[in-house]
């Protein structure tokens, strides 16, 4: 049975150990029934969401490509499937050219699979400056870059680019195109999930908090994330938002207690081992604020009780710098 009110720091194959896989919570039925499924011959989901925009996925990472008048536009490929991202455009618009690649951001996860489309001519390869360097494998190298924001129309279709901030180390870029609805965000949310450890990661979680403001400021439809086998919708940033905000003020409210439980932690090791009191505190303040969030998500999002406990200390470490 599970035990979604008590996460571990170590998970365990073993079907009788304190740890054990079986003891957390399966993904939630309404997930799973949202799941894409593979339909092509090449191991991908292919979808198309709106009129010449098409949804790819493994089922782990996800792209999209656009059809358009002048040729298609490509927006990210990841390693695990680049070579047949290529595959089922060349199958889905066999006489159209590839003309644009876009990378939402430089790492290797996400656009490690763009070499596949190295050596199509004339490629025009679009970033936000700086996001390659240092360049990773199999990333392509720009030949156009941006600061802040490049609208671009291709066959008649207009995609916006916006640089921001909610994962990456320099800049995320949000791909936004107006008339299909469509906006990309990699690395922000996981659609009937909870996010990913340290909230997907993020090398600044103020803001990741702040960007949900942001990508709600657009007109959307479709919201995709990068991660797991479902679009998102806006229900979904929603949803996210209120988790991550959940999580944030459960630990602000805890804070409260920090200095106390320091204090017992000192006591208890007779003011002789500061940093172990101090782990003692954070790690009371983590599990007491994870345990909540559980209780009271476990039902709404999957793998609650998987990752709480990472996004609870996420916070807890801004919290006592802030």
């Not at 079907?15 to 949202?34: G, I, Q, W, Y």
């Not at 390693?79 to 006489?95: C, M």
């Not at 680019?161 to 469509?182: C, G, S, W």
Request: hydrophobic fraction near 40%; proline fraction near 5%; glycine fraction near 6%.
């Amino acid at each position: 049975a599970a035990q979604p009110h008590n996460p571990a720091n170590t998970i365990s194959l073993e079907t009788d150990h304190v740890n054990s896989f079986r003891n957390f919570a399966p993904e939630l039925p309404e997930m799973r029934a949202r799941a894409a499924k593979i339909n092509t011959d090449v191991g991908l989901h292919v979808s198309e969401i709106e009129p010449g925009l098409f949804f790819v996925t493994d089922l782990v990472y996800q792209s999209a490509f656009i059809v358009t008048d002048d040729g298609i536009v490509v927006l990210d490929a990841p390693p695990s499937f680049g070579p047949n991202l290529r595959k089922v455009i060349e199958q889905t618009a066999p006489e159209k050219p590839i003309t644009h690649f876009i990378l939402s951001h430089g790492h290797r996860d996400h656009n490690g699979g763009g070499h596949t489309f190295g050596d199509v001519p004339n490629l025009e390869v679009v970033a936000a400056a700086g996001v390659t360097e240092p360049a990773l494998e199999g990333v392509l190298t720009p030949t156009r870059t941006f600061v802040e924001s490049l609208d671009l129309t291709v066959g008649g279709v207009e995609i916006e680019l916006q640089t921001t901030r909610f994962h990456t180390e320099n800049a995320d870029v949000m791909i936004y195109l107006p008339r299909e609805k469509f906006l990309m965000a990699i690395d922000s949310i996981t659609p009937g999930e909870v996010p990913f450890m340290n909230f997907g990661a993020t090398t600044d979680v103020n803001a990741y908090f702040q960007s949900f403001d942001t990508f709600l400021a657009y007109d959307f439809n479709h919201f995709l994330s990068g991660h797991v086998s479902v679009l998102g919708n806006r229900q979904d940033v929603i949803t996210a938002r209120d988790y991550a905000f959940d999580v944030r003020d459960t630990v602000f409210g805890l804070m409260r207690n920090f200095d106390n439980l320091v204090m017992e932690g000192l006591q208890a090791v007779e003011f002789q081992n500061a940093n172990l009191a101090y782990r003692y505190a954070m790690e009371g303040i983590r599990d007491d604020c994870a345990s909540q969030i559980i209780d009271r998500w476990d039902t709404t999002l999957s793998v609650a009780d998987l990752w709480a406990d990472s996004h609870c200390e996420t916070a807890l470490l801004y919290a006592i710098m802030h």
